[in-house]
């Protein structure tokens, strides 16, 4: 089973806050002791953070639901609940995540230690010092803890590399990798070895280095999906150079300059961008019989298909991965095409920074379904998460709670659905009688 994973679903629960507490003054010579309960404490959130060591999502193979914990409740003697920590969890960089039922990006996680809040903490319930005036000197109100923010999530990682190896499965991607890097990729004598990105980093002197991914090989109609295809096709999307390696020996019957072709294709096909990014064609197995004669005739054709923009034809250099000739010269050449090139965006979406709400947003803050004649259901996230924090042990709490339904125009709503006292009413699961 390959140790490399590109895509999961999960899921994130963020702490529910602390209840506010209802309790009073006990002291001896304190006889009328006034309201003297706590807030309870904040919920823990939930935050992803970019660790630059992870290179996988295989840690969300199993590991599907991430909750944090909840808030301390308030106490007596006007003592607050503690706050909950915050759980954070790390995510290789290049980590796209999105909301699983609408597929809204909420963050793109690149940079080492970047962080984003994904699900929020809820707030401590106030206790009832907080609800004290001067005509009701000794509330017996206080509120629940705030619900915590609940998400399902789609994490997708696209690698994360300055430069990438590209070309025909068993052209030598991976031995070259091996050669000018301290990466291990698996290297064997049949296609498609290489089944996920391997990524190695190149160090020409102390300061001057760059990361290189070799992708898996891709065939005829990988933007389509066939063989490794287009879940692979999307981790190039991030480099900023490519290699696109030939093997020149044409040792498993294909023609190199018909596979050369066929990837630019692919890559057309998947996104034209693609193509106005940097190239450096790498004629791989050079110390082969019929290389030099097979590079002379690949050299022709790819002259005439650049016949009227050679300007833009891209660069040829002549290795042999195996007996490691050629290399320091390619490399030289990448890194000075690195520090001389823009990095080429693909056309991705945007992620706005920023919301704008309108009055329309906060016409549908609740709905009322009538249920055989005279049952009623209330819905909505305002209203739910009112009650939700709705301390329904304490009558004046409930009496709160009815003000707020009544201010939110529920009671007009119930009566113009032909409510009549008596009438049941559902929120949340909590049912009771509707008096008019």
Known sequence: MSSFLDYATINVKAGKGGDGMVAFRREKYVPDGGPAGGDGGRGGSVIFVVDEGLHTLMDFRY?????????????????????????????PPGTIIRLADSEEVIADMVHHGQEV?????????????RFATHKNPAPSIAENGEPGEEFDLQLELKVLADVALIGYPSVGKST???????????????????????????????????????MPGLIEGASEG???????????????????????????????????????????AYNDRLLLRPMIIVANKMDEADSQENLASFKQSLATIYQDQK???????????????????????????????????LEEATIEDHKTFTLADETAKFT???????????????????????????????????????????DQALRDKGAQSGDLVEISGFQFEFMD
């Open 117 to 129: 809040v994904v699900a929020k903490g809820g707030r401590g319930g106030r206790g009832n010092i």
């Open 311 to 345: 300007d833009n034809m891209p660069e040829i250099f002549e290795i042999s991965a195996w007996q490691n000739k050629g290399i320091q010269a390619l490399m030289e050449r990448t890194y000075q095409v690195l520090q001389t090139s823009e990095f080429i965006p």
């Open 226 to 268: 066939v063989g490794l295809g287009i879940d692979f096709l999307k981790h190039i999307e991030r480099t900023k150079v490519l290699l696109h390696v030939v093997d020149m020996s044409a040792q498993h019957g294909r023609d190199p300059f018909a596979d050369f072709q066929q990837i630019m294709t692919e890559l057309q």
């Open 176 to 214: 070259l990798l091996s050669v000018i890097s301290n990466a291990k990729p698996k290297i064997a004598e049949y296609q498609f070895t290489t089944l996920s990105p391997n990524l190695g980093v190149v160090k020409l002197s102390v300061d001057r280095e760059f990361v290189v991914a070799d």
């Open 63 to 91: 590991n599907r639901h991430f909750k944090a914990a909840s808030g301390q409740n308030g106490m007596s003697k006007s003592k607050y609940g503690a706050a909950a920590d915050d759980l954070y969890v790390k995510v």
């Open 368 to 410: 009322i379904d009538r249920l055989d004649g005279d049952y009623f259901v209330i819905r909505g996230e305002k209203i739910e998460k009112l009650f939700a924090m709705t301390n329904t042990a304490h009558d004046e709490s409930l009496q709160r709670f009815a003000r707020q339904m009544r201010s939110m125009g529920i």
